[in-house]
């Protein structure tokens, strides 16, 4: 087994999507991800800012009187959480835009590190794909939807809703995140959306801890506009080296 083929924990993929990102011949596969990612999600970012004392002070105010005292408490969790829903938001809104460019992305990585094609099909043919690739971002919106609006109802029940809450969404991001980027090198090989959730149940650990590190980087402002290609980077490594394979 060569160094690339290297299991890692899923911490190591997060950071080796860093270097893989930045290698030659993967740079410029970097640049549409990229370009969407910091379009949407500094956007975002800009009107969070404009709001978030605003939203602070609405959900501090639901805490009942005899527990003010844990305010001083919960206010870091309250800004975790306003930070996490509204970055994933807008990183998942990034991820359906830039599916194709995604795509194509974890096809070049993992070429790069098995050291021979994978697909012949030329960018026209990635294009005429795109249909297909939109139908399967929407399979994995109809996964998350439910869940996500449970939680966020959770997020809004006094008290409860800012202790668990914030943990639990936490938790739950860092499972989502990571279906989302290892679903490009699954979906480029045409496994099910069913069965590539299968396969990252078999390695948990792993794709927990690489959703966690995608989750909070996703709610550090300026380094979650490069957090996409990186993300699908070490997926895409996550995927040769873990599942391909088997």
Known sequence: MSSSFKQRTGFGYFFYGIELALAPGIRRFVLMPLLANIVLVGGALFYLFSNMGVWIDQLMGQLPEFLSWLSYLLWPLVVITI????????????????????????????????????NDDSLFDTLKDTPRIMAREWRKLVYVLPKAIGLFLLLLIPALGQTVGPILWFIFTAWILAIQYCDYPFDNHKVSFNDMRYKLKQKQSKAYGFGALVALFTTIPVLNLIIMPVAVCGATAMWVAEFKDK
């Open 83 to 118: 930070l996490g829903t509204f970055s994933y938001f807008f990183s998942t809104l990034a991820n359906f835009i830039a599916a194709p460019f995604n795509g194509l992305l974890a096809e070049k990585v993992e070429e790069k590190l098995v050291g021979n094609r994978i």
